[in-house]
């Protein structure tokens, strides 16, 4: 098993992936006591004999630059491969402003083959593999050093299979001719504004149900305080105050000291010093704030006039149509989207690219009455009305 600990030593194996056309990476981290992931572990392969073609780096290790690892990254010749990459991309997007490319995601490219929706890597292990995966050490401290040879040999696992199942997947996908699916699917995570959090916007996150627009003035400055106090200091938002202590705050306003002593739901830190005065300048500013410039809550969802046996028929059709495909229905539309499509709205995502090949532009035609559906065996088909 390698261990790389050195600079030199990532810059070597980084120069021997390049020549290679992909590499497999995982990584391991802590977010329980930080706001930002802290990086604990990275995981690499390539194609080849575990014992060269695979490391396990240790961004730790004192006087180590991943400087090397970046550079491989933007290497369009060399495909980065992730399972399930939204975390791992964040990590590296925060520390270095990147995006690797080019980018496969094997739980994306596996949703797209068939093997429903959001799938995981045991799963994927399993069935592609045909490997048992050890878990024993799923709940690991990963920034605690030494790590234990079991600790080494589960998390190089993360990149070791990973690699039969990205060529299978791969060729999957060529031989259905999907490439362009999973380029779309992959869109959300090569764009840098998913891993950007504004604190301006964080209120749209937080569950509740007023819709006064002076309440949500409140709320959006509340949150916003939380956000940028929790990212300058990177402790977790809810080490600040949590989600229900800031409705709670929202819905009683308080003014001074006095008033936040009688919050039932924030926590003792909160009640003095930089929170309690950011809490109480929030509450001012929402207050303060011209109506012009009050919140307006969406609520164009309950306004919808749903046509409820068609959305029921839509329904019928979307199973059809991602049975027919081997694609995860939740991957071509949302149980929303065919509410809106019952309901005459016509701007979702079900009616552009690949999804309106496979399923939108039928759902179109049975909106319009110019197709019925039948059975014919065990299968659901399309009947031309016109």
Known sequence: ???????????AFCEQAKSHPYVTVDTEFLRERTYYSQL????????GPEATCAAIVDPLAEGLSLDPLYALFRDTSVVKV???ARQDLEIFFVDAGLIPEPLFD???AAMVCGFGEQVGYETLV??????????SSRFTDWSRRPLSDAQLKYALADVTHLREIYEYLAGQIRKAGREKW?????????????????????????????????????????AKFRESFAQTRNV?????????AMVELASTKPQNAQDLSRSRLLLREARKGEIADGIIAAVKAGLDCPDSKLPRPDTSAEKLQVNPALADLLRVLLKAKSDTAGVAAKLIAATSELDALAAGMRDVPSLKGWRRDVFGADALRLCDGEIGLATKGQKVVTVDLR
């Open 40 to 47: 604990c572990l990275i995981q690499l392969a390539f194609p």
């Open 1 to 11: 098993m390698q261990t790389i600990t050195s600079t030199e030593g990532l810059a």
């Open 126 to 135: 399993r069935k592609i593999a045909h490997q048992p995966l050890d878990k």
């Open 182 to 222: 999973v380029e779309e699917e992959l869109g959300i995570l090569t764009n840098p504004d998913t891993y950007v959090v504004r604190p301006e916007d964080a209120w749209q996150r937080v569950r509740t149900r007023t819709n006064s627009g002076r309440f949500l003035a409140i709320l959006r400055e509340l």
């Open 82 to 84: 992730f399972h399930a």
């Open 106 to 108: 094997t739980q994306v």
């Open 236 to 244: 977790p938002r809810n080490r600040v105050y949590k989600d229900d």
